[in-house]
């Protein structure tokens, strides 16, 4: 199976700052046949279902907000939030879906400091 | 607009069963990919189940293999999830889920609540 592991657990940054959540992946999630990584970031707010925000490791689904940004390849993969909001607090999970069984990161808590 | 209403879940006993069902409006049910994932209390995400558009290429999480059965009725549409021989460490919301691209879910069910005890 194919283990993603997030750093921070959870990391708290002041209204308006960036914060930047990690991913890495124990064995590369880029396919060399079409150059796309198969990696997903979720949104989670308190007693809802995830939210898609990004696939291929950047593409942005519609509707979420530009600030948010996907970047990296093979096995290390960033999510950006630019100028944090209030409504930004949540967990953030990343999800590999190279091979099944597709697997999620632990989850990164986002807080305002 | 893309819409999973989950019904189901409840308490079950350990060795019991339960079914959860997602009906499925607002697109095409019988030509996406459709999965299950749970998520423990407190816990993250857990992928358990996908099952193909025609009802074919069911894949299972090793921590259900065996136990858990999904399946999907196009004409009615709707997917299902059987559980049998229910374990304690089962008790999760579940989450239907419309399989995008490759294997992301771009939207999810509102979730079922399942609580295994005895």
């Known amino acids: 199976d194919i283990v993603m592991t997030q750093s921070p657990d959870s990391l708290a940054v002041s209204l308006g700052e960036r914060a930047t959540i990690s991913c890495k992946s124990s064995q590369s999630v880029l396919y060399n046949s079409n150059n796309k990584n198969y990696l997903a970031w979720y949104q989670q707010k308190p007693g809802q279902p995830p939210k898609l925000l990004i696939y291929w490791a950047s593409t942005r689904e519609s509707g979420v907000p530009d600030r948010f940004s996907g970047s990296g390849s093979g096995t290390y993969f960033t999510l950006t939030i630019n100028s944090l909001q209030a409504a930004d607090v949540a967990i953030y999970y990343c999800?590999?879906?190279?091979?099944?069984?597709?697997?999620f990161g632990q989850g990164t808590k986002v807080e305002i400091k | 607009e893309v819409h999973l209403l989950q019904t189901g879940g409840g308490l079950g006993r350990p060795g019991g069963s339960l079914r959860l069902s997602c009906a499925a409006s607002?697109?095409?049910?019988?030509?996406?990919?459709m999965a299950w994932v749970r998520q423990a209390p407190g816990k993250g995400l857990e992928w358990v189940a996908v099952?193909?558009?025609?009802?074919?290429?069911?894949q299972y999480a090793d921590s259900v293999k065996g136990r858990f059965t999904i399946s999907r009725d196009n004409s009615r549409n709707t997917l299902y999830l059987q559980m049998d021989i229910l374990r304690v460490d089962d008790t999760a919301i579940y989450y239907c889920?419309?399989?995008?691209?490759?294997?992301?879910?771009?939207?999810w069910g509102h979730g079922a609540r399942v609580t295994v005890s005895s």
């Open positions: 099952i193909g558009g025609n009802g074919d290429g069911a």
């Open positions: 889920a419309l399989v995008a691209g490759m294997g992301y879910f771009d939207h």
């Open positions: 607002g697109f095409t049910f019988r030509t996406y990919v």
């Open positions: 999800q590999q879906y190279s091979a099944t069984p597709w697997t």
